[in-house]
């Protein structure tokens, strides 16, 4: 029986940050891990995505060489090596994650953890395969653990929706994805979330025939509406075909695989692939979660306060599998703040200032309310927009589809949210945090010195804008 202070069950951007925090504390630390470290993001999810993202990304720019005066001639691309280098990245990723919890003292157990008792696990063998292990079942027990506390950080999985023909060779979810080797001639994505419209970003630029089915009025539909209908037209402009307001009754095998779409534009569309861009459910399968006493909500997500205790005494639950929000970023922060309240220490974690970004092309970033929830919450928001194309950084870079929205309280001038869709929104959202956490006024960012050129200037121009005094865009009429 292995012994530790705390015991972290799943090895991903949740579980293992808390380890390593608790380490830190001097507390000894195992984690129980099937996977290779970094669970499903730096496996399955936010890295190899981003990894293939890129490579799209240079391929569009080759094309366009001409447009910067560089003569690019017979552009093509090698799918394999697209996903080889996919692969390297991800394994030196994975390979710094366990040279961090090794430099940490974090003793990493191999295997699939099954309760036994509220802190007692079983260590269970699980068969290799081609795809994810996360999914695998566990077969016999070959070790056991206990500790004073454990943290809960397994996860969660995408899942088919209940579709007629959703079973069919051919239908797939975003983890099926990585293992096409080639890229398909025509592919249909249910969902247009963020999953959805990266992976409809990436195979169009490979050159599939992409249509996204959604069922809300707009792409991203939990994005600002204004955002999810700027992805809309730019989705159009590339070729992408977008159904919106529509579902997926069902999929048939004929000499294709025939999808079945209803909604405003009722037809059927023949595909090689159809990827399921929607739909998780947390990791809890075969991990003896009854035997903890441990409360799930309906839809089997772990119930945990601000905090990250669960109604069990010295049992905790970060990540995915709490449904809190199903973001890396957030998991770790869960992480840190799980590993030290179990240290000793008071602190909370505010799930109020959320930054979320989508790696579409153009990207789409966005933290705070939008324009709608705001008002919604009683606000009486003023809301002003500034196009990249009025930025001289993002015309020298080549770049300049998409606007910065900002949402401010009227009365103050407090910012309430800040909404991107263009290049770099992902990195340029960080301000927008930033000015939420520390309860910043348009004033203030307005005031703030920002360097020029950059893309950065951006949330600066948005804040002037919103105040009724834009420099490089033409003032509204009074």
């Known amino acids: 029986m292995r012994e530790f202070d705390l015991l972290v069950i799943g090895g991903g951007p949740g579980g293992y940050v808390a380890a390593i925090r608790a380490a830190q504390h001097g507390l000894s630390v195992g984690l129980v891990e099937k996977e290779r470290p970094g669970g499903v993001c730096l496996n399955w999810g936010c890295i190899p995505t981003k990894a293939m993202l890129r490579s799209a990304e240079v391929l569009q720019t080759v094309r366009d060489a001409a447009e910067y005066g560089i003569r690019a001639d017979n552009v093509g691309f090698d799918y394999a090596a697209v996903r080889r280098r996919m692969t390297e990245v991800v394994t030196g990723l994975t390979?710094?994650?366990?040279?961090?919890?090794?430099?940490?003292?974090?003793?990493v157990i191999e295997g699939h953890a099954r309760f036994t008792g509220p802190?007692?696990?079983?260590?269970?063998?699980v068969p290799a395969g081609d795809g994810p292990r996360y999914a695998a079942t566990p077969a016999e027990a070959v070790d056991r653990a206990t500790a004073r506390d454990v943290i809960i950080a397994t996860g969660s999985t995408p899942i088919p929706l209940p579709i007629p023909g959703a079973d069919l060779p051919g239908v797939i979810t975003s983890d099926g994805a990585f293992g096409l080797t080639e890229v398909p001639a025509r592919i249909v994505i249910v969902g247009g979330s963020a999953v959805g419209a990266e992976w409809a970003s990436l195979f169009a630029a490979f050159g599939s025939a992409v249509t996204v089915v959604e069922m809300r009025d707009t792409l991203v539909p939990a994005e600002d509406a204004d955002l999810g209908a700027a992805l809309g037209r730019s989705f159009k402009q590339r070729g992408i075909t977008v159904l919106t307001g529509s579902t997926v009754s069902a999929i048939a095998q004929t000499e294709a695989l025939r999808v079945t779409v209803e909604g405003p534009q009722p037809q059927e569309i023949d595909a090689d692939i159809v990827l399921f861009g929607v739909g998780r459910r947390p990791n809890t399968a075969e991990l003896g979660i009854d035997a903890t006493g441990v409360h799930t909500d309906a839809r089997g997500f772990i119930e945990v306060d601000e905090q990250l205790h669960t109604?069990?005494?010295?049992?905790?639950?970060?990540?995915?599998?709490?449904g809190k929000a199903l973001l890396a970023h957030v998991a770790s922060h869960q992480g840190l703040t799980a590993a030290d309240v179990l240290a000793g220490h008071d602190k909370r974690i505010d799930y109020d200032v959320v930054p979320a970004a989508t790696f579409t092309h153009p990207e789409i970033a966005s933290v705070g309310l939008t324009e709608a929830q705001a008002r919604a919450a009683g606000h009486d928001p003023v809301t002003a927009k500034f196009p990249?194309?009025?930025l001289g950084r993002a015309r020298t870079f080549g770049d300049t589809e998409g606007f910065v929205k900002i949402v401010a309280g009227r009365k103050y001038g407090e910012v309430l949210g800040v909404h991107i869709i263009g290049p770099a929104a992902s990195d340029l959202i960080t301000e927008g945090a930033l000015a939420i956490t520390l309860e910043a006024t348009l004033d203030e960012l307005a005031d703030t010195i920002h360097a020029h050129p950059t893309l950065g200037e951006i949330g600066m121009e948005a804040a002037l804008a919103a105040l009724g005094l834009p420099v490089h865009i033409t003032?509204?009429?009074r």
Do not use: M, Q, R, S
């Open 388 to 390: 990249f194309a009025a």
């Open 95 to 107: 390979d710094g994650v366990a040279g961090l919890l090794k430099a940490n003292g974090v003793t």
């Open 311 to 322: 109604n069990v005494d010295h049992v905790y639950a970060i990540g995915d599998v709490t």
């Open 119 to 125: 802190t007692t696990v079983e260590i269970c063998d």
């Open 475 to 477: 003032p509204p009429k």
